[in-house]
């Protein structure tokens, strides 16, 4: 596989500067059917162009094949229908009696007409369609009862004046390309062109001559979406006013004063309807409201690529002796029979996936974001803490238990200890504590419940059929006469027979 900045520059060059692939192979010494796999993979590139001739057969098709064109400007190229194909369509259903040398010389000439327009109209700052503006914002929120100050992307539209936000609980790496990723899936289309700051997510140098130097992830991100980044100068945020503009309505109109968010997830997926219901007033300017105005220039959106892009990075770390492992400054568990060792961490903005050098899970995190420093996950130890059970009082791991647990180690044996701490090593890896806790709180019920009790009302509990009631007979039991125990019965018949014996 090509180097990922070969392959920018073939698309950029089939793409944006129509040259031919074999042009391209020549530039950059490589087979001209590498350039065609690479070029059609990330992106159309224009065919080659030729004079047409005017023919008024043409006339009444025209406006047909301009619309089939615009139409296949938003596909990938080996997407797009070929001149051949538009020719047998314009048969089909219009009756065309021209040539197909016709079509073919019309539609070579309409393409580069077009995408020399597209090219002229991918500069944000003259407010043209298809065009977009990305910055981050600020706003106070209380999130899992702390008040704090959280970042959220903005996505901005100039030409219509429409946008789309996103609450983020950071403003990295893996937040910046999620966010831009839920606003495309949602449109189910991409910006052709969208300009940034120079935010460190996305640069991670400044060149000379208004070059960039791309962080890698970023990098992937444009090829594997299609659209063009353009940057502000340094120092010159005025390059993308409409977005901070819009930063500043956002917050204004949205998040103040300051909202609870009790899970974020849900809460993002509410922004998009309040955004939409805003867009139902008219533009300043155009005398249209800005859900008509994106409408249109939505149509000239680039299609979204077959597979939704993972924001993730791996990163190969080592454990400590404890089984800890640092990312960003941040503690996160693995297993004692890791430390020491090599495994590698799968990050997202949410999550902190540790594996094994053969990519098998060995404990999932939440992403810590904040002061929290330290995130641990016991299931793996307790194999490990079965071997010392006094310990475990002594553990943030007691502490966190239900009460009904803390209260069951109270009076637990040592070896009963032992053998509970086992169990839950097996009860956790696939469940919490609310099934193991109600286990323990069935078989309770009758005293102070052994393990292999609590383990089979657990399983009992997993397997839907929980505990058994007592069984009721459907008929009646016949009423018995009263026995009478001791020898008194005895005595009583002695005196009836007289003393007879």
């Known amino acids: 596989m090509l180097a990922v900045a070969e392959i920018d520059y ?42 047409i001739r005017k023919a008024r057969v043409m006339d009444p098709v025209k406006p047909i094949l301009d619309k089939w064109i615009q139409e296949d400007l938003t596909k990938k190229k080996k997407f797009r229908r070929t001149a051949k194909r538009m020719y047998e369509m314009l048969k089909e259903q219009f009756d065309f009696k021209g040539s197909d040398r016709s079509v073919r010389l019309y539609v070579a000439k309409r393409k580069k007409e077009l995408q020399e327009q597209s090219e002229s109209a991918a500069l944000p700052l003259e407010a043209k369609p298809a065009t977009a503006q990305v910055d981050f914002g600020e706003a106070p929120f209380v999130y899992k009862g702390e008040r704090v100050i959280l970042p959220f992307l903005a996505l901005s539209f100039p030409y219509s004046n429409g946008f789309y936000f996103q609450v983020m609980p950071s403003q990295n790496r893996e937040c910046f390309l999620e966010g831009l990723k839920r606003m495309f899936h949602y449109m189910g289309r991409v910006p052709k062109v969208i300009r940034f700051d120079n935010l460190s997510p996305a640069v991670k140098k400044i060149l000379p001559n208004g070059e960039r130097e791309l962080t890698e992830e970023f990098q992937r991100f444009v090829l594997h979406y299609g659209f063009e980044c353009e940057f502000c100068n340094p120092a010159s945020g005025n390059e993308k006013g409409r977005v901070e503009a819009k930063v500043k309505y956002i917050r204004n109109n949205f998040l103040l004063p300051e909202l609870t968010i009790y899970d974020l997830e849900s809460f993002n997926d509410s922004l998009w309807e309040k955004c ?5 007033r008219p533009h300043y300017q155009k005398g249209k409201t800005i859900a008509e105005l994106f409408e249109e220039e939505k149509e000239c959106f680039l299609q979204l690529p077959a597979k939704e892009y993972e924001c993730v990075r791996y990163e190969q770390v080592r454990a400590d002796k404890y089984g800890y492992i640092r990312v960003e400054n941040k503690l996160y568990s693995t297993s004692p029979r890791f430390a020491k060792q090599m495994v590698l961490a799968k990050i997202s903005y949410q999550e902190i996936e540790i594996l094994t050098e053969d990519y098998e899970l060995i404990v999932k995190h939440e992403r810590l974001y904040g002061t929290p420093q330290k995130s641990m996950k016991w299931q793996p130890y307790l194999i490990l803490m079965a071997k010392r059970p006094n310990a475990l009082k002594y553990t943030d791991f007691y502490e966190k238990m239900p009460s009904e647990w803390q209260d069951y180690f109270s009076h637990c044996t040592i070896q009963e200890k032992q053998k509970t701490i086992q169990l839950l090593a097996v009860l956790l890896k696939e469940h919490d504590f609310e099934i193991s806790t109600q286990a323990l709180r069935l078989a309770s019920q009758y005293g102070h419940p052994s393990v292999d009790s609590i383990k089979q009302v657990f399983y009992q509990l997993i397997n839907g059929r929980g505990i058994r009631e007592p069984i009721q007979p459907k008929i009646s039991v016949p009423t018995m006469p009263e026995a009478s125990r001791g020898l008194s019965h005895y005595d009583r018949f002695f005196e009836s027979t007289g003393g007879e014996r």
């Open 10 to 51: 073939i698309r950029y060059e089939a793409n944006q500067k129509g040259r031919s692939y074999s042009d391209i192979a020549k530039r950059t010494n490589h087979d001209p059917r590498t350039i065609k796999k690479y070029a059609e993979m990330e992106d159309f590139s224009p065919t080659k162009r030729k004079q």
């Open 276 to 280: 939409e219901r805003d867009w139902q």
